[in-house]
Nanobody
Framework: QVQLVESGGGLVQAGGSLRLACVAS????????MAWYRQAPGKQRESVARITTGSNTNYADSVKGRFTISRDNAKKTVYLQMNSLKPEDTAVYSC??????????????WGQGTQVAVSS
């Protein structure tokens, strides 16, 4: 059974920092891409950051220079270091992983999300 468990969310003041973590279990194939998405109330889910097996990263313009994504392949864990947080970063943050199984079939899994709230 595949599980993605996020942690590290919470309430922080503007300018503060949080570090999110997402641990994947039950996946026995290579995880190609690990990513973080967020969804604020009344808004569509948006991609925040992603990292590939080769450690290539991509960030939303709104978080560039403030957020850093990293991964530990041995632990099947992806992290999101969030610095200089702003009230507009308030959202539910969810992790996403995808790749291909041994037959080449695409798979994708989502975590349930962790709440991040930034007060002004």
């Amino acid at each position: 059974q595949v599980q993605l468990v996020e942690s590290g969310g919470g309430l922080v003041q503007a300018g503060g920092s949080l570090r999110l973590a997402c641990v994947a279990s039950g996946i026995f194939f290579n995880i190609e891409t690990m990513a973080w998405y967020r969804q604020a109330p009344g808004k569509q889910r948006e991609s925040v950051a992603r990292i590939t097996t080769g450690s290539n990263t991509n960030y939303a313009d709104s978080v560039k220079g403030r957020f850093t994504i990293s991964r530990d392949n041995a632990k099947k864990t992806v992290y999101l270091q969030m610095n200089s947080l702003k009230p507009e970063d308030t959202a539910v943050y969810s992790c996403n992983v995808n790749g291909a199984d041994r037959y080449g079939r695409f798979y994708e899994y989502w975590g349930q999300g962790t709440q991040v709230a930034v007060s002004s």
